[in-house]
């Protein structure tokens, strides 16, 4: 079974730019999250989605960025205008529908994101 | 006062030695309690799970969390080279998408 996969891996772009990135969940796996780590402290929430709607978009730091899950299936986040203090690694996350037992969260590989 | 708290470490044990990583937290509200490895360059696995309080082993990994304290505890027996990684603690309540993770203990285990 494949994993959570994000693209693209590494991104560099200069302030004021914009940067789009994907994230893809495993097949089936209705729940899906992003998560940001800035350098030096923990990987912090920033949303939650169910199939494609927002249930909890209580961690995103500002109206800069937008997350999308346009179907329910793969997720972007754009950063639009992209500032200095946007820079750290960007992990997606998936899990099944609650019911389960579990909500195990797979992570992705995670996007590092530099703004210069 | 952070929620989660961990130690960063760095830790460097030799090679069989027990290591024990520790949390703290501070919302009774947590009942889900993990336990991830992340490899460099790589995203968090999850290593063990708990509900609650209590102790669960999974081979050379075990698992401990102690409601009344506040207090988790990933304890690895005869550590391995491999095991070398940075190890991130994170919790939940029941609602389960409020995950709250710690800053992660950095180990490595030497030869």
């Known amino acids: 079974e494949a994993g959570v996969t994000q693209f693209p891996s590494h991104s560099v772009i200069e302030k004021g730019q914009t940067v789009t990135l994907r994230c893809d969940p495993i097949?089936?796996?209705?729940?899906l999250y992003w998560y940001r780590r800035v350098m030096g402290k923990e990987i912090k929430f920033l949303l939650h989605f169910v199939k494609e709607s927002k249930q909890d978009e209580s961690g995103m730091p500002n109206n800069r960025f937008l997350a999308e899950r346009t179907g329910g299936t793969y997720s972007t986040l754009k950063v639009q205008p992209a500032e200095l203090e946007d820079s750290g690694v960007y992990f997606c996350a998936s899990s099944p529908i609650p019911g389960t037992g579990t909500d195990t969260q797979y992570f992705g590989p995670g996007t590092r994101l530099t703004v210069l | 006062q952070k929620e989660v708290e961990q130690d960063p470490g760095p830790l460097s044990v030799p090679e069989g030695a027990i290591v024990s990583l520790n949390c703290t937290y501070s919302n009774s509200a947590f009942q889900y309690f993990m336990w991830y490895r992340q490899y460099s360059r790589k995203g968090p696995e999850l290593l063990m799970y708990?509900?609650?309080?209590g102790n669960k082993e999974d081979g050379r990994f075990t698992a401990q969390v102690d409601k009344s304290s506040k207090y988790i505890s990933l304890f690895i027996r005869d550590s391995q080279p491999s095991d070398s990684a940075t190890y991130l603690c994170a919790m939940s309540s029941p609602r389960g998408h409020d995950m709250r993770f710690g800053a992660g203990t950095r180990l490595t285990v030497k030869p």
């Open positions: 097949s089936g796996h209705d729940n």
């Open positions: 708990t509900y609650s309080s």
